[in-house]
């Protein structure tokens, strides 16, 4: 296999500071660094400088045109591709790039999502360049990250509050350090590492079933004799053609310079993990979006379908991502690094407890950041946690938790040892923390790891919801600072007030128990089974509040984002379920009606023969296929009526709780009856591949 030449070739895509420095004076880089490094605005000299430059390497790199890159509300990316050509004038063409192109484009505002904030007939948005995050060039494009907003100034995509998000964690956080006496940092950002996962399988299969192509997922499907019981495929042999898939994928994942760290296959069969290494949060969001679109197109390449969706396939494990969020200064620390002894670290328990404060008073929010109809397939199945949120923190910090709750001293102990056996094999030290696999929010070391993030959705959300429920306690522990005679005894007294005040959050135990359901409704915990209860929540008048305080979404804002999700709810339910009518109608009765018409074939054989056909098979099977084939005929038939009723609902919300409570039912009886038919049915009259042959797709 071809090595892969990291001097040369990684971030060979993307247009970085190296590249930027080689191409541009001295006088216009150090002004590009400056600006950035403070935060305002380019002028329009430099921005000409850059322009010229980064159209120069990207022309060199093959680029013919350029599009401003951006993350709308739908989830996705969007892009609109412009040539870099302009007529000279003499029947022939230059190549231009100007700095007015590059830092600010415009788009049509109307058609993507925006919450009512833009009427069709208001069409003009504009998007604007985050010199933050890096241009590359993809399939003969410069890509150009920006912001996207409406012609009023609101944002309608998911960068502009991320970066909002990220100031008003750094604006809080530094007023914190200056209070403890830090007079030498001058940053604070959050980083983030992403693990991804996703199901792999044949093109061929994928072709066959409509529901896949139309929903990402599987609306009809059997058990199969072998899912993944066995647990045989968790971290085992990398089937050698996704083994090359994966190559290709890291291979191309490095030319844009994305941290691609580890690969493994997950626990369900076709299921895999890609894991980065962390970087700052803006970028994170950016590679992770590149790393989905990347995922897919490799995949075709190889000749086959990558799947994204949070739960493609009925009783095996679904997909998500998990956000490792952490806190760290321009000088290398991490804010979260509990050191040997995290009881006498002040510092490490007053920015501990702050984010237990937030994640209590703000579950609403988290589970709202990771909700959506597709990951609530997901969320408090075997494989992802529930949707009460949580906090594991370990079996020691929680004893120092007691000790500083009770007033007595805690002990520091030494890390345990961990003995294989006798001679060459080493002792290991245990970690200071487990890894709990049912909690949504874990902390593992020097970080949080927030798992409910489904794996189809933009951690935008979950960062913007994190970054800013943090600064929110920050903000109230700087005002107590401030005002403190004391500044040791004010820190001791807020630690030991978020503990007790919000200790209820944390559980180390099995969120999957019963047992765990009922002590969540004891303390008083939020549970959220569903998009629509969730949200709900988000317009209360502490959360817009929130968001307004650290100026992070406008109430318009926040209220435009409330219909868009109960929108998109509703729509990926009606395209399921109108995929799911075709299908049955069109696919599963007619496969249904000529294999009874063989079974009956059989059975007027019989009876001229004389045979006795009292308590016959062909007898059963044909009773079976008729009162299944009656019952799915009925099914589909409500199903139907409810989609004509629901499509009557006037508001978004009536129409989102008619979805979950009746056209979600529908679906399932539907299902139920039509995968009883697929079990009884002879597989060679099957319309479509079932979930052995999907599952088993990519044989080697």
């Known amino acids: 296999m071809e090595s892969f030449d990291f001097k040369n070739r990684f971030a060979e895509n993307v247009f970085t500071d190296v590249e930027m420095k080689k191409r541009m004076p001295e006088s216009a880089y150090s002004e590009y660094q400056d600006t950035v490094a403070k935060n305002r605005p380019l002028p329009l000299s430099l921005a000409n400088e850059i322009a010229k430059a980064m159209k120069e390497w990207a022309i060199e790199k093959g680029a013919t045109h350029y599009t401003h890159w951006f993350q709308p509300l739908t989830g996705v990316t969007a892009e609109k591709h412009d040539s870099f050509i302009e007529p000279d004038g003499k029947d022939d063409v230059i190549l231009k790039f100007t700095g007015k192109a590059l830092a600010r484009g415009e788009s049509d505002a109307s058609s993507l999502p925006n919450g009512g904030l833009r009427t069709t007939f208001e069409a003009r948005g504009y998007t604007a360049w985050d010199p933050t995050s890096k241009a590359f060039v993809r399939d003969g494009s410069l890509y150009i990250p920006t912001v996207f907003c409406s012609y009023g100034g609101e944002s309608l995509d998911k960068k502009t509050p991320l970066l909002r998000s990220v100031e008003a964690i750094n604006k809080q956080a530094m007023r914190i350090l200056r209070l403890l006496g830090d007079t030498k940092t001058g940053k604070v950002f959050p980083t983030v590492g992403v693990e991804q996962e996703y199901f792999l399988i044949d093109k061929s299969v994928y072709e066959k079933r409509l529901d896949l192509a139309n929903c990402g997922r599987t609306l009809f499907g059997a058990k199969p004799p072998k899912g993944q019981e066995i647990e045989d495929h968790y ?188 001679g060459i094999l080493p002792h290991l030290k245990k970690d200071k923390t487990d890894r709990n696999r049912t909690s949504p929010f874990a902390f593992t070391g020097n970080k949080f790891e927030f798992r409910m993030v489904g794996s189809n959705m933009s951690v935008a959300d979950a960062n913007i919801v994190l970054n800013t429920i943090v600064a929110e306690q920050f903000m109230i522990i700087a005002d107590k600072l401030e005002k403190a005679e004391n500044i040791e005894d004010t820190i001791d007294y807020l630690i030991v007030k978020a503990i007790r005040r919000h200790g209820r959050i944390i559980f180390n135990g099995n969120n999957y128990s019963e047992e765990w359901k009922k002590e969540a409704k004891r303390r008083g915990l939020l549970s959220l089974a569903t998009t629509v209860d969730a949200l709900e929540h988000f317009v209360t008048e502490k959360n817009v509040s929130l968001f307004e305080r650290h100026e992070v979404f406008t109430s318009a804002e926040v209220e435009s984002r409330y219909e868009i999700l109960l929108e998109s709810y509703s729509k990926a339910i009606d395209v399921e379920a109108r995929t799911m009518v075709h299908i049955a109608k069109r696919q599963i009765i007619p496969a249904v009606i000529a294999f009874e018409r063989v079974v009956a074939e059989t059975l007027n054989a019989k009876q001229a023969l004389t045979l006795g056909l009292k308590n016959s098979a062909e007898g059963s099977l044909m009773i079976n296929l008729s009162k299944g084939l009656d019952g799915l005929y009925t099914a589909v038939s409500k199903l139907e009526y409810d989609l004509s009723v629901g499509a009557e609902k006037k508001g978004s919300k009536e129409k989102a709780e008619f979805d979950k409570s009746v056209i979600l039912a529908d679906m399932r009886a539907v299902r139920d009856h039509a995968d009883f038919l697929e079990s009884i049915t002879d597989k060679a009259l099957w319309p479509f591949p079932n979930y052995t042959e999907i599952l088993n797709s990519v044989m080697y």
């Open 235 to 422: 971290l085992g042999k990398i089937k050698s053609r996704v083994w090359d898939y994966m190559a290709d994928l890291d291979k191309e994942l490095w030319k844009f310079g994305v941290y691609a760290k580890t690969k493994h296959n997950e626990v369900a069969p076709a299921q895999h993990e890609l894991a980065s290494v962390y970087t700052t949060t803006n970028l994170a969001v950016d590679h992770n979006q590149l790393i989905m679109s990347v995922m897919k197109s490799v995949a075709n390449r190889h000749g086959m379908v990558c799947l994204l969706h949070e739960k493609p396939f009925e009783g095996v494990n679904g997909s998500g991502k998990h956000n490792n969020w952490s806190l760290a200064t321009d000088l290398g620390e991490n804010l979260f690094d509990p050191t040997d002894k995290p009881s006498d670290n002040k510092r490490f328990l007053l920015f501990f407890t702050a984010v237990v404060s937030a994640v209590d008073k703000y579950q609403d929010l988290l589970r709202i950041s990771a909700t959506s109809a597709s990951n609530d397939h997901r969320l408090g199945g075997s494989e992802a946690p529930p949707a009460v949120i949580s906090m594991f923190i370990g079996d020691d910090l929680s004893e120092v938790f007691t000790a500083i709750e009770s007033g007595t001293k805690y002990q520091d102990r030494d890390a345990d040892e961990v003995e294989f056996c006798e």
